[in-house]
T-cell receptor
Framework: GAVVSQHPSRVICKSGTSVKIECRSL??????MFWYRQFPKQSLMLMAT?????????EQGVEKDKFLINHASLTLSTLTVTSAHPEDSSFYIC??????????FGPGTRLTVT | KNQVEQSPQSLIILEGKNCTLQ??????????LRWYKQDTGRGPVSLTI?????NTKSNGRYTATLDADTKQSSLHITASQLSDSASYIC???????????FGDGTTLTVKP
């Protein structure tokens, strides 16, 4: 099956700093990438949908100025958490699709803000 | 509003036993239904994907069924193993929409 990678897998940063998470589709071109956040023992919460070359569409309640998403190519999307705070500590997961095909998830990035 | 409800919320079974997880949805118009397995601290991994015309699909010890009339799906796990302990998530996509509706998942614990 298709492979989606994320980097880094774990990151610890200080409050007030910014963190960038990369999501790559390794063996296919992703027309759409999704970013999710998951708190312990909870379901995945969709944060935003991004299509290559266009602005991301954010879900209600997600601050677009805080969670910057860039989908510069068909194989790479980045999520930047700006001015991170401890409450942003979470498990961030991306997924990628090609047209209407199956959704492939990355392995996730554990963010801890101290 | 599109919704996906899974039951039970959690389940504990003994190794070697079978179990069935349920997924009811109100997503319309229906495109496909997917079952994922998510280990703790990992991203979800696809088990099965079913379209409107498919009633059952197997992937090893995992068998998914779909009743598009009643909008219900089940995931049956046969001869459970300790490694089956995970969260199982049902995801339903609507036709012509770019995003899917996720269930809250069923947490399965397999004990020796």
């Amino acid at each position: 099956g298709a492979v989606v990678s994320q980097h880094p897998s774990r990151v610890i940063c200080k409050s007030g700093t910014s963190v960038k998470i990369e999501c790559r589709s390794l063996d296919f071109q992703a027309t759409t990438m999704f970013w999710y956040r998951q708190f312990p023992k909870q379901s995945l919460m969709l944060m935003a949908t991004s299509n290559e070359g266009s602005k991301a569409t954010y879900e209600q309640g997600v601050e677009k100025d805080k969670f910057l998403i860039n989908h510069a190519s068909l194989t790479l999307s980045t999520l930047t958490v700006t001015s991170a705070h401890p409450e942003d500590s979470s498990f961030y997961i991306c997924s990628a699709t090609y047209r209407d095909s199956e959704q492939y998830f990355g392995p996730g990035t554990r963010l801890t803000v101290t | 509003k599109n919704q996906v409800e899974q039951s039970p919320q959690s389940l504990i079974i003994l190794e070697g036993k079978n179990c069935t997880l349920q997924c009811n949805y109100t997503v319309s118009p229906f495109s496909n239904l997917r079952w994922y397995k998510q280990d703790t601290g990992r991203g979800p991994v696809s088990l099965t994907i079913m379209t409107f015309s498919e009633n059952t699909k197997s992937n090893g010890r995992y068998t998914a069924t779909l009743d598009a009339d009643t909008k219900q799906s089940s995931l049956h796990i046969t001869a459970s193993q300790l490694s089956d302990s995970a969260s199982y998530i049902c995801v339903v996509s609507a036709r012509w929409e770019g995003k899917s509706t996720f269930g809250d998942g069923t947490t399965l614990t397999v004990k020796p």
